[in-house]
């Protein structure tokens, strides 16, 4: 059953896209944690990190080479930004499409919150 990103890449569900070609789409996540908050994720539905294999290894290198023209294109390039990619469900996966998250727009602070 395709995810939503998946849907989302069809153009079945609609989605602030900011980037797409043929590899990658990139588009504003609908919940933000700061000022910019872009999903970028491969074309191809790979559910985790975990199940990629040797054959997206230049889909998963361009999902970087995107985030960086993203992050130009929306400004925060220079002021510097975070990207994260989570595995599973103690990693923080929702959607199981594997995703990089870019965010900035403002100091970001710790990685991760002390506990």
């Known amino acids: ?10 153009g ?10 043929e590899r990658v789409t990139a588009f504003k996540d609908i919940h933000p944690l700061a000022p910019v908050h872009i999903l970028i994720i491969p074309n191809k539905e790979i559910a985790t990190v975990d199940d990629v294999s040797p054959e997206d290894e230049a889909t998963l290198g361009h999902l970087f080479v995107v ?3 993203v992050a130009r294109k929306l400004g925060i ?4 930004y975070r990207l994260i990619i989570n595995c ?4 923080g996966q929702e959607v ?9 727009g403002k100091k970001l ?3 991760l919150a002390k506990s």
């Open 1 to 10: 059953m395709p995810t939503i990103f998946s849907k989302i890449v069809a």
């Open 12 to 21: 079945e569900i609609p989605a602030d896209i900011v980037y797409q070609d």
């Open 67 to 69: 985030a960086k023209e």
């Open 77 to 80: 390039a220079e002021s510097g």
């Open 88 to 91: 599973k469900g103690d990693g």
């Open 96 to 104: 199981f499409h594997m995703h990089m998250h870019l965010l900035g």
């Open 109 to 111: 602070g710790s990685m």
